[in-house]
């Protein structure tokens, strides 16, 4: 019954900035998880959202761009 539940809403729950937030968790508990359940999938994840985060021009124009080093 959980199962299907979870499963249901999984695609719903288990997006990229979710699966980012998971895994820069500095609860001990979360990264001990972390540690055991990181996969490529999740990891191609990650990458995707810092993508998201570093697109020019800035989606707000009122805020300076950040250059990097």
Known sequence: ???????????????????????????PEIQYDIILNIDGDKRVAIEMVIAKL?????PNPRLPMMRLL
């Open 1 to 27: 019954m959980i199962k299907q539940s979870w499963m249901k809403r999984k695609q719903l729950l288990e997006h990229d900035f979710a699966v980012t937030s998971w895994a820069i968790s500095i609860l």
């Open 54 to 58: 570093h697109v020019a021009p800035n």
